[in-house]
């Protein structure tokens, strides 16, 4: 069991949401600073001056005006030699800062030098890239529900971010910057309990606390059919597998639906005991990892599915002492899988889904809440509860701490990945949505195709 939903008191929750619009940027008020004592801006430091230099300068100035003509080139050289050797062709009289601390000689000199020959030699290294320690964008997500066992943030292909807030979902245009809203539900159905970008960009899923999943084409801004009749309790997790969108539940139930047909239902995902709350198909869309409440991790076979009997799980992982939701398949290696655990375990663990077997578990000190691979890099992000709240980059397969990103005040619930692979979102239960540039510069590609095809929406006027 594992920390879920925070609900503050209606009266703050009001309070804090008077003249507030979602998406909209987010400015903190600023701390106040403690004023510097090494002097203002505009009063020179007394004990950085050289007064006696600035005497001379001034009174050599205008011994030059009265004697320039009279001076023979040959003393004006041997002047010129002579103040430079005595450091006296400085410009600047007065001082605003103190000054650096003079080197000392040391005869580790000769140690530093080789080392810095050595470090040249050395051209190979890939230089270390600079990783910002603050979000690059905030905006603001009133009346977000601050439950770990939801999944409100999807971020699409076509660079759209979609939020569940409450009872509505709002469409973020990362590249406009412009805001929209999909759709709002009434509160008997209420609220919008999972949000999951289908592969095409422009179809989206989006779980109910009523049991049921809508479908929504959000170019149209139109609903395409509401699938029912399989889940008994609220829908927190999502996952697509082309035309396959997967659906986990409060019942812990794990349902595959084709969107394509009328009877929707094909599969029936039995394991957990309780609240499914992670889902992830792999990228080869074979094999499918689901955790629970119930502190289990389950690998699911596509190829072994059957609609006439309960499907039996390929394996069934019981490391985990508390609620697994941060699922993230490897990117670099098919059957690596990364889990963590909640605030009863606190670990994020690496699995060979092949064979079952643990490969690592780091213990983070906090409760994992979502995990994200790098694309490009051997890289995972993973978003942290309480106490820091914060985001933290490891380097594979060491687990050495890269950076550690904070800023968001509360559990950072959710994360989704841009379709670069370069800049993360995150969510928390601070109602804020904050945009960290983590894995690097873009890389230029070649613009894809654009197609007629819907991908597994394009029978889908037939459906009555």
């Not at 979102?425 to 690097?440: C, H, I, K, P, Q």
Request: charged content about 20%; aromatic content about 8%; proline content about 5%.
């Amino acid at each position: 069991m594992d920390a879920g939903s925070v609900s503050p008191s209606l009266s703050s929750k009001s309070e804090s949401r008077v003249d507030r619009f979602p998406l909209q940027e987010y400015f903190a008020p600023r701390p106040s600073c403690p004023r510097k004592t090494v002097g203002d801006r505009f009063i020179p430091v007394r004990s950085a001056m050289d007064f006696d230099f600035a005497r001379s300068v001034l009174l050599e100035s205008r011994k030059e005006k009265e004697n320039s003509s009279v001076v023979s080139p040959s003393k004006e050289a041997y002047r010129k030699q002579l103040a430079e050797a005595l450091n006296m062709n400085r410009t600047r009289i007065l001082a605003f800062k103190t000054k650096p601390p003079t080197p000392v000689d040391s005869v580790f000199q000769e140690t530093f030098s080789d080392c810095n020959t050595y470090a040249h030699q050395v051209k190979s290294a890939k230089p270390r890239r600079y990783i910002p320690q603050t979000a690059e964008r905030t905006l603001d997500a009133p009346e977000i529900v601050d439950d770990y066992y939801l999944n409100l943030l999807d971020w699409s292909r076509s660079n759209v971010v979609a939020i569940a807030l409450g009872n509505t979902v709002y469409l973020w245009d990362a590249s406009s910057g412009s805001t929209s809203e999909l759709l709002t539900i009434d509160d008997d159905s209420g609220p919008v309990t999972s949000v999951n970008w289908a592969p095409d960009g422009r179809h989206i899923a989006v779980g109910l606390n009523n049991a049921e999943v809508q479908l929504w084409d959000s170019m149209a801004n139109k609903q395409l059919r509401t699938l029912r009749g399989g889940h008994r309790s609220r829908v927190g997790a999502l996952s697509w597998n082309q035309h396959i969108l997967t659906s986990g539940g409060m019942d812990g139930l794990i349902i595959n639906n084709d969107v394509r047909v009328r009877n929707h239902i094909v599969d029936v995902y039995r394991g957990h005991q309780q609240e499914v709350c992670g889902l992830k198909w792999s990228s080869s869309g074979q094999q499918l990892a689901s955790g629970g409440n119930d502190n289990l991790l389950y690998i699911w076979d596509r190829s072994a599915s059957s609609s006439n009997s309960p499907t039996q799980w390929l394996h069934r992982l019981e490391d985990h002492t508390a609620a697994v939701k941060a699922l993230a398949w490897c990117p670099f290696q098919s059957n690596l899988l990364a889990s963590g655990g909640g605030s009863g375990d606190r670990c994020i663990k690496f699995w060979n889904t092949h064979t079952g077997a643990c490969l690592n578990s780091v213990d983070t000190g906090s409760q994992v809440c979502s995990l994200l691979w790098s694309k490009s890099e051997r890289e995972l992000l993973s978003s942290h509860g309480f106490t820091e709240n914060q985001l933290t980059l490891w380097k594979y397969p060491s687990m050495v701490k890269m950076a550690e990103l904070t800023g968001h005040t509360s559990r950072v619930l959710f994360m989704a990945q841009s379709p670069d692979g370069c800049t993360v979102a995150s969510a928390a239960g601070d109602e804020t949505l904050r945009f960290w540039n983590v894995f690097g510069t873009p890389q230029v590609a070649k613009p894809a195709a654009k197609t007629a095809n819907l991908g597994p929406f394009a029978h889908l006027s037939h459906i009555r």
